[in-house]
């Protein structure tokens, strides 16, 4: 602890759980320990893709320094003058091939199996049972919204909406036949297909959406700037060791890589706008 600009401990937390599991965050913590060498303690909140605009901001507050949080959370925040998030700069990799190594993923429309030959297109799903997982989602909720109003369509398009609360919810949903459809993180569905192989089975892939910015990693504006840029560094260089590029190998990250404000913005931006007032509640017409 001789460095003085380094903290006796960091505060990390994700919104991200359960779709992104907590041992990745684990894994981070761990890494972080060993290079800044302080403590860094973990916090979880699975209720939010982010803390909420009538929520304590646990950033304004000082009990998180570095978290992770979904685009459209970020994007409020960002927007916000009295906020103290910052972007951090750096993003996850993902080993998707069809993004290989780039900070983007993508939303992967799931039915049952045993209704591939019954919803072949997105446009085969009127009238059908959907879930999402949060109202702020990109890859749950923001993007459905996006492809309905595509097709001149809002969310009487489907039967029946359920809100599910989160990712892993939505497709256990599916599995069981509760509901027919739901628009999945493919970074979550592609991590428990790795985890479950047998998911490769009782699941059918109708379309995806994307590529879409991935969530980005945010910093509170009251850490030095000597330790953002060690944050940084020691992020961007993580997969050179192979201890540690093996266990993000596991998640099916590749190593975290640079990214800009415009990065985020750009696509995420022009969803929200395509957007617009448009929600997953049903309308009603007189």
Same mark, same amino acid.
């Given at each position: 602890?001789?460095?003085?600009?380094?903290?006796?401990?960091? =505060?990390?937390?994700?919104?991200?759980?359960?779709?992104?599991? +907590? !041992?990745?965050? !684990?894994?981070?913590?761990?890494?972080?320990?060993?290079?800044?060498?302080?403590?860094?303690?973990?916090?979880? !909140?699975? =209720?939010?893709?982010?803390?909420?605009?009538?929520?304590?901001?646990?950033?304004?507050?000082?009990?998180?320094?570095?978290?992770?949080?979904?685009?459209?959370?970020?994007? *409020?925040?960002?927007?916000?003058?009295?906020?103290?998030?910052?972007?951090?700069?750096?993003?996850?990799?993902?080993?998707?091939?069809? +993004?290989?190594?780039?900070?983007?993923?993508?939303?992967?429309?799931?039915?049952?199996?045993?209704?591939?030959?019954?919803?072949?297109?997105?446009?085969?799903?009127?009238?059908?049972?959907?879930?999402?997982?949060?109202?702020?989602?990109?890859?749950?909720?923001? +993007?459905?919204?996006? !492809?309905?109003?595509?097709?001149?369509?809002?969310?009487?398009?489907?039967?029946?909406?359920?809100?599910?609360?989160?990712?892993?919810?939505?497709?256990?949903?599916?599995?069981?036949?509760?509901?027919?459809?739901?628009? +999945?993180?493919?970074?979550?569905?592609?991590?428990?297909?790795?985890?479950?192989?047998?998911? *490769?089975?009782?699941?059918?892939?109708?379309?995806?959406?994307?590529?879409?910015?991935?969530?980005?990693?945010?910093?509170?504006?009251?850490?030095?700037?000597?330790?953002?840029?060690?944050?940084?560094?020691?992020?961007?260089?993580?997969?050179?060791?192979?201890?540690?590029?093996? *266990?993000?190998?596991?998640?099916?990250?590749?190593?975290?890589?640079?990214?800009?404000?415009?990065?985020?913005?750009?696509?995420?931006?022009?969803? =929200?706008?395509?957007?617009?007032?448009?929600?997953?509640?049903?309308?009603?017409?007189?």
């Amino acid at each position: 602890m001789a460095d003085q600009a380094i903290p006796l401990r960091l =505060r990390l937390i994700t919104y991200l759980t359960p779709g992104v599991p +907590i !041992e990745y965050f !684990e894994l981070l913590k761990e890494y972080l320990e060993e290079k800044l060498q302080c403590y860094v303690y973990l916090l979880s !909140e699975s =209720r939010w893709s982010g803390p909420p605009a009538d929520r304590v901001d646990p950033f304004a507050t000082g009990d998180a320094d570095i978290g992770f949080v979904c685009f459209p959370t970020f994007h *409020r925040m960002f927007l916000d003058p009295n906020s103290t998030v910052i972007l951090l700069g750096i993003a996850a990799g993902n080993a998707d091939p069809r +993004i290989q190594d780039q900070p983007m993923y993508f939303s992967d429309v799931i039915t049952h199996k045993d209704n591939c030959t019954k919803f072949k297109e997105f446009k085969d799903l009127r009238g059908s049972r959907w879930a999402y997982n949060d109202d702020y989602s990109l890859s749950g909720c923001l +993007i459905t919204l996006r !492809e309905l109003r595509k097709i001149g369509e809002n969310a009487n398009f489907f039967g029946n909406i359920v809100r599910s609360g989160a990712h892993l919810k939505s497709i256990k949903m599916v599995l069981d036949k509760m509901v027919d459809g739901a628009a +999945i993180d493919s970074n979550t569905l592609s991590y428990q297909m790795k985890c479950d192989p047998e998911l *490769r089975k009782k699941l059918h892939i109708v379309t995806s959406w994307g590529p879409l910015p991935v969530y980005p990693a945010v910093v509170s504006s009251k850490l030095p700037e000597e330790l953002r840029n060690s944050l940084v560094s020691h992020f961007l260089k993580m997969h050179e060791d192979p201890k540690w590029q093996a *266990r993000l190998n596991e998640f099916l990250v590749t190593k975290f890589v640079p990214v800009t404000l415009e990065d985020l913005q750009g696509e995420g931006d022009k969803i =929200r706008e395509e957007v617009g007032e448009m929600t997953m509640t049903k309308e009603v017409n007189y």
